[in-house]
C-alpha cells in the first residue's frame, strides 16, 4: 500500500510569475541585460524557482535581477540547486520543433538583501489569511446547510 509523501519543504511557497534576468556569478560586472529572461514561478525563504530557455547544471553561482511588482528591482546571487529540462506545453504539438523550457531551482546566498526576504513573508503571511479565511466560510457554509429548514 502506498504511504502519502510528507511535505519536506523548510519553507512555504508563495506562488509568483515575476520576470527575472539570470548570468553567471563570475561574469563580474555584467549588466543584467545581457543574461537570459526566465520567469520566477514561486519564492520561499530558502531560494526561488525560475523557468527559463536555457539549462543550466547544479552547483553553478548566478547572478539574479527579480523584478518586483511594485516595479523595484533586486539583485542577489544564488545556487543552483536542481535543474529539470522539460518540453514546453505550447509547442508540444505544433508543426516546428517544440521548444524546450527549463526549470531551476535557486537557493539564496548570503548576499540576498533583507527586502526580498521581508516581501517573501508578508506575501506568505497574507497567503495563509487567505486560505483560513477560506475555510471559515465553507466551514460557515457548511454548518449554515446542516441547519437550515431541510
Avoid at 561574469?27 to 520567469?39: H, I, K, L, M
Avoid at 514561478?41 to 525560475?50: E, H
Avoid at 547544479?58 to 529539470?84: E, K, M, N
Wanted: aromatic share 4%; net charge positive; with cysteine.
Amino acid at each position: 500500500m502506498l504511504q502519502p509523501q510528507c511535505e519536506q519543504r523548510r519553507h512555504p511557497r508563495v506562488r509568483v510569475r515575476l520576470p527575472i534576468r539570470i548570468w553567471p556569478a563570475d561574469a563580474g560586472a555584467q549588466e543584467p541585460e545581457r543574461g537570459a529572461s526566465g520567469t520566477c514561478t514561486n519564492l520561499s525563504l530558502g531560494g526561488i524557482r525560475l523557468v527559463a530557455r536555457e539549462s543550466i547544471a547544479p552547483g553553478r553561482h548566478l547572478r539574479v535581477q527579480l523584478a518586483l511588482p511594485d516595479g523595484r528591482h533586486v539583485s542577489f546571487s544564488g545556487r543552483v540547486a536542481w535543474s529539470r529540462t522539460t518540453v514546453s506545453p505550447e509547442t508540444f504539438c505544433s508543426v516546428r520543433s517544440p521548444e524546450t523550457e527549463c526549470c531551476l531551482g535557486l537557493g539564496f546566498l548570503a548576499d540576498t538583501p533583507a527586502e526580498v526576504f521581508a516581501w517573501i513573508r508578508n506575501h506568505a503571511d497574507a497567503k495563509r489569511v487567505h486560505a483560513r479565511v477560506r475555510a471559515l466560510r465553507v466551514r460557515r457554509a457548511l454548518l449554515a446547510g446542516r441547519t437550515g429548514p431541510a
